[in-house]
């Protein structure tokens, strides 16, 4: 392809939201656009195989297509699917599912209906901010782009994050000297949890203008990570609280939450429903005890995570709460799986790796005579991978719920019931 215009039809939507249209033979990506359209689009320049285009007009737009609803959309990285309708929307979302199923030999999967959750509901989100030469820019990458686009808001994300935007723009504008910092913020019961990393430790002067920020903005705790590793706490006014179900466990710094609480209470929903009358469980990846301390009010759980503090966090509201049954290690599951006779007692198995999925713990539970597994995961080629070693394993695959709790991007959360029969053990 050449980099003039060109015109094309779209005929798909690929796994990312962009439409396909087929030129001189072979696919091209066009992001905004949709299945039916007419565009015009400018060829780009990729590595790889892929090819790629820029919608430059829609000629002849589709009636799925709709007015975004932030102006951001088609410049902010952070959104992929405004543009479509809910019909489009949620067939497109399925479809991910059912690619990432049959690209590991999964036909006709049992995929139960979408589950849509609301924007507006984001309690986490990671902000970068920049010193350019044309000012200081607070907001997302964009998309397939290393640039930072400047947001006025965000309507994925609470009101709380939303409302933040402003005030750290001008609160980092006015610090000295040059800024390259990612700032993760999360809403919880008691305020916003800020995070902000830099590539290098934070001098003094820094610690205490965001001391300050925090006084000002009322934010429940306010910390530093450099390069990511060294974490210390600049303000702490409150303690950050969250909730698993009805039980407060306070937020470790850096650790893992979903990213609403509609998502969660939806995730946890069908994870319940899955175990049944199971009465002894594992929960693998437990986290700070999203699963674990629901579940502990009616049967007995081990949970297991690689983070301490987490671990820590979710043994603290566990022996706040009279009646639980939760028992509570850290252990890195990727190399020490959990498997053999450590699993020989267990009704159920609950597991929720993170995004890079969990194959050697899924192998392990192939081996394993556990009569009920229940996988949750945020990303479909990696649960299919997964999915794949437990049937390979003798287990029937017997339910997937996609569950929209990333709306408006092509990520998608999953909940996955399999079953096995448990075999007889011979008599002593």
């Given at each position: ?55 430059d007009a829609v000629l002849a737009p589709v009636p ?212 049944g009358d199971a009465a002894q469980i594992a929960d ?63 009704d159920a198995v609950v597991f929720d790796p993170p ?74």
């Amino acid at each position: 392809m050449n980099a003039d215009p060109c015109e094309a039809t779209i005929a798909d939507l690929g796994d990312r939201g962009d439409g396909i249209a087929t030129v001189d033979g072979a696919p091209v990506y066009i992001a905004g656009a949709l299945p039916g359209e007419r565009v015009r689009f400018v060829p780009l320049a990729g590595a790889g195989s892929e090819r790629r285009g820029r919608l430059d007009a829609v000629l002849a737009p589709v009636p799925e297509r709709v007015a975004p609803a932030c102006r951001h959309f088609g410049v902010c990285g952070g959104c992929a699917a405004q543009h479509m309708a809910a019909p489009l929307y949620g067939t497109w979302k399925q479809a991910v599912v059912i690619h990432a199923l049959a690209h590991r030999g999964f036909v006709a999967p049992p995929l139960a209906p979408l589950v849509m959750l609301p924007p507006g509901t984001r309690r986490r989100v990671k902000l970068r901010a920049e010193r350019t030469p044309a000012g200081l820019v607070v907001g997302f990458h964009g998309r397939q782009s290393h640039d930072v686009v400047a947001i006025a808001e965000c309507p994925v994300s609470v009101p709380a994050i939303a409302g933040l935007i402003a005030p750290l723009g001008r609160f980092l504008n006015g610090l000295p000297g040059r800024i390259a910092l990612d700032i993760a913020v999360t809403a919880t019961e008691t305020g916003l949890d800020v995070i902000v990393s830099g590539p290098a430790r934070a001098s003094r002067d820094l610690r205490s203008a965001l001391a300050r920020f925090a006084d000002a903005e009322k934010l429940a705790r306010v910390g530093y990570a450099a390069d990511g590793e060294t974490y210390e706490i600049v303000a702490h006014r409150t303690r950050p609280v969250v909730r698993a179900g009805t039980i407060p466990v306070e937020l470790p710094p850096l650790a893992f939450l979903q990213p609403s609480v509609a998502g969660e209470a939806a995730i946890a929903d069908a994870v319940a429903a899955a175990l049944g009358d199971a009465a002894q469980i594992a929960d693998l990846f437990a986290g700070i005890g999203t699963f674990a301390l629901r579940e502990g009010i009616r049967r007995r759980v081990h949970a297991y995570d690689a983070d301490a503090a987490a671990i820590a966090a979710l043994t603290a509201a566990a022996g706040r709460t009279p009646g639980l049954r939760v028992a509570a290690a850290v252990r890195d599951l990727f190399r020490r799986p959990l498997a053999g006779a450590e699993l020989g007692d267990l009704d159920a198995v609950v597991f929720d790796p993170p995004r890079q999925g969990a194959n050697a713990q899924a192998a392990a539970l192939a081996a394993s005579d556990v009569p009920t597994v229940v996988a949750v995961a945020c990303d479909a080629g990696t649960f299919a991978r997964d999915a794949r070693i437990l049937v390979d394993g003798g287990y029937a695959l017997e339910r997937v719920e996609p569950i929209d709790q990333f709306p408006w991007t092509a990520e998608i959360e999953l909940v996955a019931t399999f079953h096995k029969a448990r075999r007889r053990r011979p008599r002593r």
